[in-house]
T-cell receptor, first 110, second 115 residues
Framework: SQQGEEDPQALSIQEGENATMNCSYK?????LQWYRQNSGRGLVHLIL?????REKHSGRLRVTLDTSKKSSSLLITASRAADTASYFC??????????FGTGTSLTVIP | EPEVTQTPSHQVTQMGQEVILRCVPI?????FYWYRQILGQKVEFLVS????????KSEIFDDQFSVERPDGSNFTLKIRSTKLEDSAMYFC?????????????FGEGSRLTVL
């Protein structure tokens, strides 16, 4: 399968704590993207990291990519209740397709 | 802000009936996709479409499925004879520059319930 696999499947933290989600994949990639999905809604793009990049920041988000291990992590710092959602990684291969992982369901407790 | 719009938001149909799900991608986008998500599960790729033809399709996208871009604005997914297992949320997405450089913009989805 070309899809990524996120872990953990579910994560529950207190507001203010950091949340870390991981994504592993199997094939060579052009870039890797993270998306967020509120319950019952469409996915929203968060951040893109290219295969030649190792780390990227956007506000409270930090993404790392290790192509030798075929893995990526998404860190959300100082979490808020509004961060409660499912988070998906999407791998983009040389065929120009997006393949989504299984998602991590994040619950931030106020 | 431009957005992808999908209709209907929810459709209930009987097994064996044909269903058409409609999408209006962002107007200057060139690449179009359908994904489906069975409740609470992974987002599964169905098909991608570029330059008026299918560029890639998954194993899920069998002969019962078809896509069309009939008038340069709408992008439709047709399921000819629905099965119970077709019950899912179907998402349309589009991107301007393709996956190598761009992000996907998703619609809010069409929930299909097959009875």
């Amino acid at each position: 399968s070309q899809q990524g696999e996120e872990d953990p499947q579910a994560l529950s933290i207190q507001e203010g704590e950091n949340a870390t989600m991981n994504c592993s994949y199997k094939t060579s990639i052009n870039n890797l993207q993270w998306y967020r999905q509120n319950s019952g809604r469409g996915l929203v793009h968060l951040i893109l990291i290219r295969s030649n990049e190792r780390e990227k920041h956007s506000g409270r988000l930090r993404v790392t990519l290790d192509t030798s291990k075929k893995s990526s992590s998404l860190l959300i710092t100082a979490s808020r209740a509004a961060d409660t959602a499912s988070y998906f990684c999407a791998t983009v291969n040389t065929g120009n397709q997006f393949y989504f992982g299984t998602g991590t369901s994040l619950t931030v407790i106020p | 802000e431009p957005e992808v719009t999908q209709t209907p938001s929810h459709q209930v149909t009987q097994m064996g009936q044909e269903v058409i799900l409609r999408c209006v991608p962002i107007s200057n986008h060139l690449y179009f996709y359908w994904y489906r998500q069975i409740l609470g599960q992974k987002v599964e790729f169905l098909v991608s479409f570029y330059n008026n033809e299918i560029s890639e399709k998954s194993e899920i996208f069998d002969d019962q499925f078809s896509v069309e871009r009939p008038d340069g604005s709408n992008f439709t997914l047709k399921i000819r004879s629905t099965k119970l297992e077709d019950s899912a949320m179907y998402f349309c997405a589009s991107t301007l520059t393709g996956a190598n450089t761009g992000e996907l913009f998703f619609g809010e989805g069409s929930r299909l319930t097959v009875l």
